[in-house]
T-cell receptor
């Protein structure tokens, strides 16, 4: 079964609005990562947050991690049509040597 | 610096045929991975190789074999293709230095088994 589960499955917003997507997971982790996938392409790494971090920023992206609730959120501020993509969280359990991906949130940003 | 490359980009097989998907990375990464992605779904790990000379099963290994040919190359073989193996296959690599597993993905191979 998937370790990470994204919510919502699909999100549609207007350009300029903020988009928030969430990821919940079941077991302890070393890191949690967010990836973006444009239609028909491979995944692109966005941001990695370690288990001892609570918040991380990268440009218009803000990621939070709450290990007590086993959840993370990805906020994209001032969204653009080019942000239209699927977003996946991936969890890295200790000593696993591999990540486990969720099923993703499909974000549509309307111009 | 090409990153992660995969060949072929597209393939159509008949049930029972075999084929090998090729993957290479030029980032001197230790770890490599093969995933499959079915429509509307996330990635499921088929096999991975934590370092040259080692391979391990992932979540969905049945029907597949892998070879870590050297540090750069990691191939995925379907011995007897089945329609259930119709999917998009992604190869990825990472440094896997014990604590950080940021992965770099190839463009994918779209496989259809009829």
């Amino acid at each position: 079964s998937q370790q990470g589960e994204e919510d919502p499955q699909a999100l549609s917003i207007q350009e300029g609005e903020n988009a928030t997507m969430n990821c919940s997971y079941k077991t302890s982790i070393n890191n949690l990562q967010w990836y973006r996938q444009n239609s028909g392409r491979g995944l692109v790494h966005l941001i990695l947050i370690r288990s001892n971090e609570r918040e991380k920023h990268s440009g218009r992206l803000r990621v939070t991690l709450d290990t007590s609730k086993k959840s993370s959120s990805l906020l994209i501020t001032a969204s653009r049509a080019a942000d239209t993509a699927s977003y996946f969280c991936a969890t890295d359990p200790p000593n696993a040597g591999k990540s486990t991906f969720g099923d993703g949130t499909t974000l549509t940003v309307k111009p | 610096n090409a990153g992660v490359t995969q060949t072929p980009k597209f393939q159509v097989l008949k049930t029972g045929q075999s084929m090998t998907l090729q993957c290479a990375q030029d980032m001197n990464h230790n770890s490599m991975y093969w995933y499959r992605q079915d429509p509307g779904m996330g990635l499921r790990l088929i096999y991975y190789s934590a370092s040259e000379g080692t391979t391990d099963k992932g979540e969905v290994p049945n029907g597949y074999n892998v070879s870590r040919l050297n540090k750069r190359e990691f191939s995925l073989r379907l011995e007897s293709a089945a329609p259930s193996q119709t999917s998009v296959y992604f190869c990825a690599s990472s440094e896997a230095a014990g604590y950080s597993y940021e992965q770099y993905f190839g463009p994918g191979t779209r496989l259809t088994v009829t």
